[in-house]
């Protein structure tokens, strides 16, 4: 399994949005789409907003307005990434060329036991209720 993650190069680009060769798919699959995946994005998309508002640190002034500054932003730079967050995942699984709806896929686990019992009473869903079961805004 070491051979199929990427070198430290290769995962700071993929972070930020490159490809990462076809060898490495099952692992972009578990970074995108199992335990974890929302953290993993979080942390992310927290370092670049950090970088560009630290320099204001720089300039003369108060705490208060330091504070006033970069607060606002970057809190609603998180908001953002937080609302977005499966949106990108389904990107990025889309862009490695696997499925989009692996980012369900947490809660499909958590939820099994309700679609086991749903089974045993009614029987199966039909086919048609197939496109219903993801939550793609799509």
């Known amino acids: 399994m070491a051979k199929d993650r990427p070198n430290p190069i290769q995962y700071l680009t993929y ?68 609302a977005l967050n499966k949106v990108w995942r389904r990107h990025r699984l889309a862009q490695h060329n696997l499925d989009p709806n692996l980012v369900d896929e947490i809660k499909y686990k958590k939820e099994a036991h309700i679609h086991e019992d749903y089974i045993r009473r009614f029987g199966p869903r039909p086919e048609s209720a197939r496109f219903q079961a993801n939550s793609s805004p799509f």
């Not at 335990?35 to 670049?48: E, K, N, Q």
């Not at 560009?52 to 002034?61: D, E, M």
């Open 15 to 82: 972070a930020y949005g490159r490809r990462l060769p076809d060898s490495m798919r099952e692992w972009v699959a578990h970074d995108l789409a199992d335990y974890g995946a929302v953290r993993r994005h979080m942390v992310r998309m927290a370092i670049p907003p950090l970088l560009v508002l630290a320099p204001l640190w720089l300039l003369p002034a108060s705490l208060y307005v330091h504070m006033e500054m970069t607060v606002p932003i970057y809190i609603w730079a998180l908001l953002m990434a937080l």
